[in-house]
């Protein structure tokens, strides 16, 4: 079933673009977390490559030996990431979407030195300042970004957000969109299950997709 329901959402994917005549097509990450294993093989035998986790825990029972197995998929950290754990991290996923603070970006550094690995990573912003969220602020992001690229020499690629739920996403990805541009990076992580259609439309290059794939989660 899950499988069917990704194939349906890349046809729809292809068609957004087609019918708007979009120069990127979006990657679609599958996000499995509080899935179970029997629920991701089927996309792994299919080709996909792209899962999303939020919990570091939970992803090594998972993903350890299925990286081992299918060695060409990308693992996706996409929830909040302390940096008490960003070795594990770093030695698991090949991206992050949750860098927010300076204190993670110097850990993922400090990790990617000793695992000779580097990490591509995503700038969380903080758009409509939400206490309840984390993120960089707008008014922080060009420091926060100079200090990653320019001091540690970290792979930033492109920037991430969470808009809030009770408006427009629209006006939101927008203005992630447009800072992007003004720092010169490619890649939009924006739009989940609720607003990926908009998200596309508004220049997403990775979506982070769960409920439309896999259905409600139980916890």
């Not at 194939?7 to 673009?17: A, H, S």
């Not at 300076?102 to 030195?113: D, F, G, P, R, T």
């Not at 580097?118 to 700038?123: D, H, Q, S, T």
Request: charged share 25%; hydrophobic share 40%.
């Amino acid at each position: 079933m899950s499988l069917e329901k990704l194939n349906l959402i890349k046809n729809k994917v292809k068609e957004i673009i087609q019918a708007k005549q979009l120069k990127i097509t979006p990657e679609i990450i599958a996000v499995t977390k509080t899935f179970s294993i029997n629920k991701i093989i089927p996309l792994l035998k299919q080709g996909h490559l792209h899962y999303g986790e939020n919990k570091i825990q939970e992803s090594e029972l998972k993903w350890i030996e299925l990286k081992k197995t299918y060695n060409n998929l990308q693992l996706h950290m996409i929830g909040k990431l302390q940096s008490n754990k960003a070795k594990k991290a770093v030695k698991l996923f090949d991206y992050i979407h949750s860098l927010d603070n300076a204190k993670l970006a110097s850990k993922i550094n400090q990790y990617e030195k000793e695992l000779n690995k580097k990490i591509k990573l995503f700038i969380q912003v903080n758009l409509a300042e939400e206490s309840q969220k984390s993120g960089v602020n707008l008014n922080d992001l060009n420091n926060f970004y100079n200090y990653c690229t320019k001091e540690l020499s970290l792979n930033i690629i492109g920037l991430m957000c969470l808009p809030p739920v009770s408006l427009n996403s629209d006006k939101y990805f927008k203005i992630l969109k447009k800072k992007a541009q003004e720092l010169n990076l490619i890649h939009l992580s924006m739009g989940m299950s609720v607003d990926y259609e908009r998200a596309i439309l508004c220049g997403s290059t990775f979506l982070r997709l769960g409920t439309v794939i896999f259905g409600e989660r139980s916890n």
